[in-house]
């Protein structure tokens, strides 16, 4: 079934079955001059267009201001060409804005009115303005021969990110700027063509723009295996470029050093400048990345001292999580068990919460099992640091470890369950909820995910459980024809979970971890003798329950399954035609793998998601290679999962464990720290 014909199916059911939050019996009595815009929209979809129009006008005139402007923005798609741009041109009469901007400009574009394009867009300025307006503005100066057309065009295109719109339009230039050219040929990755003309500018550093000093380094990254040579011309060339470009050429002659192997001094010397010369924050926190790692590549222990040093001046604190990650499995495999306890108490404050928690719950559980040691009590310090590892920002997994290793009550747990998420602040617009909340009653779910990606910043916790319910609704009733529901309402719930702007409610935490397809779910546990939240924590990570996702690996489905292993399982179930993409299938197919690596893995059943995601013989062979490295002593499964080489399978284990957990309290009356250590075979 069409996209187009789900949506229409799903709309007929939910006036069926007159899905409502409001319990209104009329939602055009509830919502008075504002319902003539849902019924526009309504009479839309039954392409009777001279209704719609007419009911748009009316709620233009009569409804709430965010009605008001929906309505005017639908007006400015309707009629006759007269008729559009006279719409656009009272939309941006009444908002005055550079989105209403845009959207007249795009219709005086479309009937090639250059002319108005360049009178409303005279005060505009195209080195900042939204680059779509900036287009507009340029191919009509162009369009028009207006002398003022080659200085726009040249701001334009050098005073920010090149982009898909500056390419097409110099596609129609005959003779353009070579700088121009130049950005063109970086964008479209001809980097040896590239790397030549970054040559010849860098002949001129007086003249470089901060836009060109990146792409020249970009150009020499990509374009040429001279790496060594290329970041000596960049240090011959650094003190003779304008100051807002000089950070650009300290940063990527590190990074050309770094390619050749060069000593990690001489790569931190040139990103130290390169942190020294930063224009923003951004630009100071990525050379400050690099660096980093520059260190961490010559030793951990180099990159714990340069922490130490460089910790205060980080700017945004999860730009850095990946690097600690790393360092973390440096740390762990090199036995620097000291070090790691170092870096928890120095990144405290300074790195996301994420991470402290993690460093935290880590050396705690180095010091009680013995590879750590202090010429003091180390309880007290133990304790300090599960306690801090509760603190977790948007991460379950190290807050319940932390739980299980502090013995908390069953009450204690479901209340740090529900004090999940990094605290947002929000100011929310009652127009806004209302617009959207009447998307929902009048069962016009086609709008509801596009417009809350416009609105989301403005919108309660309260109206997102209303809106995330209803599409879950939708798709349920729509009896697996509008599935596409499924995901979206997961992917707004979830986001509001981890950024709340109060304590999450359990209803949100239910829609944030749904049971879709528990039909399926349910009969495939059964039969394959499966918890039914490992199965659902196992879709829910593979593909957000979207039924026809594919990786970039071609893992396809609910529960992301390659064709090969596929065809395998389809042999062993005597199954000759299956489809990945259809939800009971996959659903058969994923439980059944899951069962086959839990019970060919021996040990705990973390090790049998570990065999999904990375395959069963690198999991043996990484149980192998960790009773040999960390003997005499034993190491426990959670601290195993942090030895593991691979970033993909840890993330993996971590968030099965705890949507495990989540699942198993929610649905199944199960405490979460139980599931816990029955998943990571922890003993208390």
Known sequence: MSRF?????????????????????????????????????RSLESNDTETAMRLFRQAAKKGSPAVVRRAQEELTHLG???ERIQNCKELYTSYNDEDALTVLCAELV???????????????????CDTQLAYYRCLSLYQKKDSRFAHEFFTWCTARPFTEEQNNLLQTIEAADPVIQFRALVFNREDGNAYLKAKEILAEPKKLLPQIASDIGKAFMRGSTQFASNAALLDSVVNDVPKNCAFYIWFYAGRLYEKNGSSASRIKDRLSHAMQSANDEGQFDNA???????????????????????????????????????????????????QY???????????????????????????????????????????????????????????????????????????????YGNKTERS???????????????????????QWQQYDAYLSQDCIVRLAGFLRDCAEKANGHANQYYEQSIRMASRRLVYPESQ??????????????????????KRFELSEYMLYALIRSESFFAPAVASHANAIGLTQLMEATAADIARKLRMQDYNLEDPDTNILFGAFYLEEMLRRIEDAPVLGFFAYNGGISRVRS????????????????????EALPYAETREYGRKLTAASAIYGWLYQNEQPLQIVDTLLGLSK
Not at 116 to 127: F, M
Not at 431 to 448: K, P, Q, V
Not at 622 to 641: G, Q, V, Y
Request: aromatic share 14%.
């Open 504 to 525: 999450p409610s359990q209803e949100l935490l239910s829609l944030a971890y749904p049971t879709d397809y528990s039909d399926s779910v349910s009969k495939a546990a």
């Open 110 to 128: 479309n009937d090639r009115e250059y002319a108005d394009v360049i009178k409303y867009t005279q005060d505009i300025d195209v080195a900042t």
């Open 288 to 338: 400050c990345w690099y660096y980093l790692n520059a260190a961490l590549k010559s030793s951990a222990a180099e990159a714990v001292e340069e922490i130490e040093q460089y910790r205060t001046q980080w700017h945004d604190p999860f730009y850095y999580d990946d690097f600690f990650d790393t360092l973390s499995v440096r740390l762990i495999s090199e036995h620097l068990w000291k």
């Open 428 to 450: 929310v617009n009652a127009d806004y909820e209302t617009l959207m909340n009447g998307y929902a009653d009048f069962g016009l779910s086609e709008y509801i995910y596009a």
């Open 622 to 641: 990484w149980k192998k290679s960790a009773a040999l490295e960390f003997s005499p002593k034993k190491l426990s499964n959670d601290l195993f999962l």
């Open 80 to 82: 006759s060409v007269t």
């Open 5 to 41: 014909k789900s949506v229409i199916f799903c709309t007929l059911l939910l006036s069926v079955f007159a899905i409502s939050c409001t319990n209104a019996d009329t939602p055009q009595s509830e919502y008075g001059a504002d319902a003539d815009y849902y019924m526009g929209l």
């Open 341 to 419: 306890y170092r870096v928890a108490t120095l990144i405290d404050g300074y790195a996301s919460d994420e991470t402290v928690a993690k460093f935290s719950y880590v050396s705690a559980r180095f010091i009680q099992q013995g590879f750590i040691s202090f010429n003091e009590p180390t309880e007290p310090i133990v304790m300090t640091l599960l306690t801090r590892a509760l603190r977790s920002g948007s991460d379950f997994y190290y807050r319940l470890l932390a739980a299980s290793s502090l013995g908390l009550s069953n009450e204690e747990v479901e209340k740090l369950i529900l004090s």
